[in-house]
C-alpha cells in the first residue's frame, strides 16, 4: 500500500515536471514566430499546444532510452526517482524565473542521476553507453549542427530571393514560418513528452507494476504526459520567449525559417534514433547560426553567452538538487511521508516564485504607463 502511494505521488511529480517542461520550453517554439510578427502570440502559443500534443504520439525511442539506459531500472527505487524529478522541477523553475533558457531534458537526466548515484551507487548508472553516449555526444553534436545547418540555410535563402522586394519576401517567409513552427513543436512534442513517458514507466519498473523484461510505454503515460506538457506550453514561458525571440539578435521572418526548419530537422532525426535531446540547445544553436551567418556582430554574445553557462550547469546542478533531494526525503524513511513533505515544500516554493514574478511583472506595467 505504501508504494502504491509513492507510485502514485512520482507520477503527479512526473507530471508536474512535464507541465514546467511545456512552459520552460515555450519558447523553443514560438518565439521566433512572435519576434518576426508571423504569428500572434496567443495563436502561436496555441498553436504550439495543440501540435506538441500530437507530436507525443510518434516515437517512443526517447521513452525506451531514458528508461532503459540512463539508469539501471532493476537497480533503482522509487524515492530515488521522485528525488531526480523533484531536482530537475527546481532547476527549471529557477531558470524560468531569471528568463534562461537552460535544458529541461537535462536537468530531468541530471537531478534522477544525481539521486541515484547517492542512493544506489554508480552501478545503477549506465555512464558510458548510456550518460556520454546518449546524453552528451548528443548534446555537443546537436546545438553545432543545428547552428551550421541554419547558418548554411540562411546564406542560400538570401541568395535565392535577394532580387525580390523585400516586402513579398517577408511576406513568404512568414507564412513558411507557420509550417516551420509547426514542424519544430511537433518535434518537441516527440522528443520532449517522451522523457516523462520513460521516467513514469522506469517508476512502474522499479515497483514491479511492469516487468523490466516487458518494457512497454502504457497508453495512458502517453496521453497524460502528451496533455502535460501541451498545457504547459499553453501557459508559456514569456520571460524566456523575449530572450529567444529578440534579446539574442533582432531576426528577420527569412532567420526566423531558417532556424525552425533547421531546429526542427536536427531533433526529428536524433528523435528518430532514441536520443533525449536539448530541443532548448538545438533551437538556440539555430537561432545564433541564423544570425552569424547573416552578420557575426547581429548576435549579441553576452546573452549567448549567458545561455552557454546555463548549459553547462545544468546537469551538475540539477544533479547536486536531486542528490540533496533524496537525502532530504530518505530523512524521512522508505514510505511515503518524505515524499509529501518535499511535494509540499516544492509547492510552496513554487507559488512564491510564481507571485514575486507576477509582483515584479505588476511593478514593469506600472512604471511604462
Given at each position: ?30 518565439a521566433t514566430s512572435i519576434s518576426t510578427r508571423a504569428m500572434p502570440p496567443r495563436i502561436a502559443v496555441g498553436y504550439a499546444a495543440i501540435l506538441n500534443f500530437v507530436g507525443a504520439f510518434v516515437s517512443l525511442e526517447v521513452a525506451a532510452t531514458v528508461a532503459n539506459d540512463v539508469v539501471d531500472p532493476a537497480s533503482i527505487g522509487l524515492l530515488s526517482i521522485f528525488a531526480g ?285
Amino acid at each position: 500500500m505504501g508504494s502504491d502511494v509513492i507510485v502514485v505521488i512520482v507520477v503527479a511529480t512526473a507530471l508536474a515536471f512535464d507541465f514546467t517542461n511545456g512552459f520552460h520550453d515555450t519558447a523553443n517554439v514560438v518565439a521566433t514566430s512572435i519576434s518576426t510578427r508571423a504569428m500572434p502570440p496567443r495563436i502561436a502559443v496555441g498553436y504550439a499546444a495543440i501540435l506538441n500534443f500530437v507530436g507525443a504520439f510518434v516515437s517512443l525511442e526517447v521513452a525506451a532510452t531514458v528508461a532503459n539506459d540512463v539508469v539501471d531500472p532493476a537497480s533503482i527505487g522509487l524515492l530515488s526517482i521522485f528525488a531526480g524529478l523533484v531536482g530537475a522541477i527546481a532547476w527549471n523553475l529557477m531558470t524560468w524565473y531569471f528568463g534562461l533558457p537552460s535544458s529541461s531534458s537535462h536537468a530531468l537526466i541530471g537531478g534522477i542521476v544525481g539521486a541515484v548515484l547517492v542512493a544506489d551507487g554508480p552501478g545503477a548508472i549506465f555512464f558510458d553507453s548510456g550518460i556520454l553516449g546518449k546524453v552528451m555526444i548528443p548534446a555537443l553534436v546537436a546545438p553545432v549542427l543545428a547552428f551550421a545547418v541554419a547558418g548554411l540555410a540562411i546564406l542560400l535563402i538570401y541568395r535565392a530571393v535577394g532580387r525580390m522586394r523585400p516586402t513579398r519576401a517577408t511576406r513568404g517567409f512568414r507564412f513558411g514560418q507557420v509550417i516551420s513552427g509547426g514542424l519544430l513543436a511537433l518535434a518537441h512534442g516527440t522528443n520532449d513528452a517522451q522523457k516523462t513517458m520513460g521516467v513514469i514507466t522506469l517508476a512502474l519498473v522499479a515497483n514491479g507494476t511492469i516487468a523490466s523484461s516487458d518494457f512497454h510505454v502504457p497508453d495512458w503515460v502517453v496521453i497524460t504526459s502528451a496533455t502535460a506538457i501541451s498545457v504547459g506550453t499553453y501557459v508559456g514561458g514569456w520571460r524566456i520567449i523575449k530572450t529567444m525571440g529578440s534579446r539574442i539578435h533582432k531576426m528577420d521572418a527569412a532567420q526566423g525559417f531558417a532556424a525552425q526548419g533547421s531546429g526542427a530537422a536536427v531533433i526529428l532525426a536524433s528523435s528518430h534514433v532514441g536520443f533525449p535531446l536539448s530541443t532548448t540547445q538545438t533551437i538556440s544553436g539555430a537561432v545564433i547560426g541564423s544570425g552569424a551567418a547573416k552578420r557575426l556582430s547581429a548576435v549579441r554574445w553576452g546573452v549567448a553567452g549567458n545561455i552557454v553557462v546555463a548549459w553547462i550547469l545544468t546537469l551538475p546542478a540539477s544533479a547536486a538538487i536531486g542528490a540533496i533531494t533524496y537525502v532530504i526525503t530518505r530523512a524521512f524513511g522508505t514510505g511515503a511521508a518524505g515524499p509529501i513533505v518535499v511535494s509540499t515544500l516544492i509547492l510552496g516554493g513554487a507559488g512564491l516564485l510564481f507571485v514575486r514574478r507576477a509582483q515584479e511583472a505588476a511593478r514593469t506595467a506600472a512604471a511604462e504607463t
